[in-house]
């Protein structure tokens, strides 16, 4: 019997659905052996592989809303979102509308646009400290470009991060961080030449250090989202802004996770602390890829064409994914936030009283619309130290107990979770009942 075919788990070349007959339906782990063998870990970013909780990724055939569905074409509540940057949830129609306007008016042009003028333009009016904006097409791209921008403008080399910040792969930040201390030129992964990290200086967050006037920038997530969820202390920011005051540092935020999702102003304007540079991602492409980099005209101009340091992207300011950010932002009006942080606040509540009545120890910090899960303690978390008595084996066991349930979190014990405009009351219903047999499970196992 020949089977028809389905174009998403077809693997025969070329394959669409009216012309090919079934040459080859493939499950989720045919297809991931496939990629296994053209992509290294079958991945294009390592969390996705599963590695820290084991198993076999389900690979996405398509996505609506609150749900993604696998190429067996089973469905899942999704928390991962595109780790955010899907705001409005997979597929929101207005956003595929603005995609399909805009490639139809071609693709990239290596030229000025309008609408990456008006994106800028939009992201300055919502965020006051960005008096000038410049687009590239990655988170990691935009720190990389902050970094760059922040020695030049300084013409200091000395960058100060936080132990449990994450700001996308680029060298100069992929430093490693010791216990409690300050570690100075250690690199965090292989590649990355002493040399890359000789200036990069580690200390604990939510500890304001003590800078000098070698210092080029101080970069920080306002409220971390790549360690689990953990909150600035009260002074902890504004404590960053006078230090960097008092030597001419940079103060930059990396709000490429908490940008347009902390609100419209994101984290700066939740904790009413203007840094100089901010870096941006996710949100602002609508799920396309884009990074920015805003911040103090002074500071901005550096940039070439204007200064001296150089900038330049072939796909930077993309037509499609500034026509996807645009729309994006202009749905998120104030009434879209409160909504999603009521979700937010629904997700934490459900995911703590099914752990809770699983007799499972574990805590679900939440900031606006941000999520974090700390399994196995519920302990209070300030900094990396303390969200490391996560219990990684049992994320592990609820993580799989969840996906037997049909929920899909991050396939990582320090990823935030995220709801969208799909996860109704309905799903959110849906899910407090998978939770309360996934954390059962994941405890009798
Ligand atoms: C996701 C993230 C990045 C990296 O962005 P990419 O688009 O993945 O390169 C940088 N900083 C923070 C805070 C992030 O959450």
């Known amino acids: 019997m020949i089977e028809l075919c389905d174009p998403v788990r077809c693997v025969a070349a070329g394959c669409s659905a009216t012309t090919c007959t079934g040459v080859g339906l493939a499950s989720n782990d045919e297809l991931f052996a496939r990629s296994a063998a053209a992509i290294p870990g079958g991945v294009n970013s390592s969390i996705r592989a599963f590695k820290s909780v084991g198993g076999r990724p389900y690979v996405v055939a398509r996505a609506e809303g609150a749900h993604v569905w696998d190429a067996e074409g089973t469905r899942y509540i999704d928390l991962v979102q595109s780790y955010g940057a899907v705001i409005l949830g997979h597929a929101h129609p207005a956003i595929s509308a603005a995609v399909s306007r805009a490639a139809a008016d071609g693709t990239s042009y290596g030229a000025p646009t309008a609408r990456e003028m008006k994106l800028a333009e939009a992201i300055r009016e919502r965020v006051p400290s960005c008096e000038r904006v410049r687009f590239m097409n990655s988170g990691t791209e935009a720190t990389s470009t902050a970094v760059r921008l922040a020695r030049g403008y300084t013409g200091r080399d000395r960058l100060v991060i936080f132990h449990g910040n994450f700001h996308g792969a680029t060298d100069a930040l992929l430093a490693a961080g010791g216990s409690g201390v300050a570690t100075l030129g250690i690199p965090g992964t292989a590649g990355v030449p002493a040399g890359a990290v000789g200036e990069t200086l580690v200390v604990p967050y939510n500890v304001v250090p003590t800078l000098d006037e070698t210092v080029a920038a ?228």
């Open 218 to 445: 101080v970069i920080v997530e306002p409220v971390a989202a790549n360690m689990g969820v953990v909150a600035p202390i009260d002074g902890f920011l504004s404590g960053l802004r006078a230090e960097c005051d008092r030597v001419g540092a940079v103060l930059i935020f990396d709000e490429v996770i908490t940008g347009f999702r902390l609100g419209p102003s994101g984290a700066q304007g939740r904790y009413n602390v203007r840094p100089d540079l901010t870096t941006f991602g996710k949100v602002i492409g609508g799920g396309l890829p884009i990074g920015a980099v805003g911040g103090r005209r002074e500071i901005m101009e550096t940039l070439s064409p204007l200064g001296p340091v150089f900038h330049a992207g072939t796909l930077a300011g993309n037509p499609i994914a500034t026509a996807a950010g645009l729309t994006a932002l202009d749905l998120l009006t104030d009434d879209v936030y409160v909504e999603l942080e009521r979700r937010a606040t629904r997700l934490a509540e459900l995911l703590h009283d099914a752990c809770s009545s699983a007799g499972l120890p574990a805590h679900f910090p939440h900031v606006g619309t941000l999520v974090g899960a700390f399994i196995g303690h519920d302990s209070p978390v300030v900094n990396f130290d303390d969200a490391r008595r996560t219990d990684e084996s049992m994320y592990a066991r609820l993580f799989h107990a969840m996906l037997a349930e049909r929920v899909a979190m991050a396939p990582g014990a320090y990823e935030a979770l995220f709801v969208g405009l799909g996860h109704d009351d309905q799903v959110l219903s849906d899910l407090a009942d998978a939770a309360h047999r996934a954390a059962a499970d994941a405890v009798a196992h």
